[in-house]
């Protein structure tokens, strides 16, 4: 990608994460004020261990170029291994976006504690960054031209509705 259309594509991103870390780690990024780009769309879970395949991967059918989920710590997950079992269902999912050519990289998992707000911050920008390389999502680009087809083929259709009467 150009360095010119690098820094023009704003990536839109989506976050799960779960109530208990997650959530209090980006509620101290948000009391301390740090700083961290403000296109990250967040979806709140009970644990990332309620993670399924299809909710990542609807993600990208709704339009988010990356997604990255924001866990506890491996080894203190307030539901003993939510986020290990989160991280097995992560890695499928990237081995299908792998697959069908989406592109794995642009699914991630980071752990931290309700503390860490700079980790907070850090995911997000690393995100962003990562996303801003790899260009938009190839879905959304394909469903923007299949809109713009359906409209012009709008444009070129008789009318089928009621006509009125003449006379």
Do not use: W
Request: hydrophobic share 35%; charged share 30%; aromatic share 8%.
């Amino acid at each position: 990608m150009t360095k010119e259309l690098e820094t023009k594509f704003e990536p839109e991103i989506t976050a799960f994460y779960c109530i208990y870390c997650g959530y209090m780690a980006a509620d101290t990024a948000g009391a301390l004020q740090v700083q961290y780009p403000a296109n990250v769309k967040f979806v709140r879970m009970p644990c990332t261990g309620k993670t399924d395949v299809r909710y990542l991967l609807e993600a990208f059918e709704q339009g988010a170029d990356g997604v990255y989920i924001v866990a506890c710590p491996i080894g203190n997950c307030h539901h003993v291994r939510g986020n290990e079992r989160g991280r097995a269902r992560m890695q499928r999912a990237k081995k299908i976006l792998d697959e069908i050519g989406l592109g794995g990289e642009r699914l991630d998992m980071f752990f931290m504690s309700g503390s860490q707000a700079q980790a907070y911050a850090n995911a997000a920008k690393t995100m962003t960054e990562r996303v801003r390389k790899l260009g938009p999502n190839p879905l959304k680009l394909q469903i923007e031209g299949q809109k713009l087809m359906v409209e012009e083929s709008e444009d070129e259709v008789e009318f089928r509705g009621r006509r009125q009467k003449e006379g």
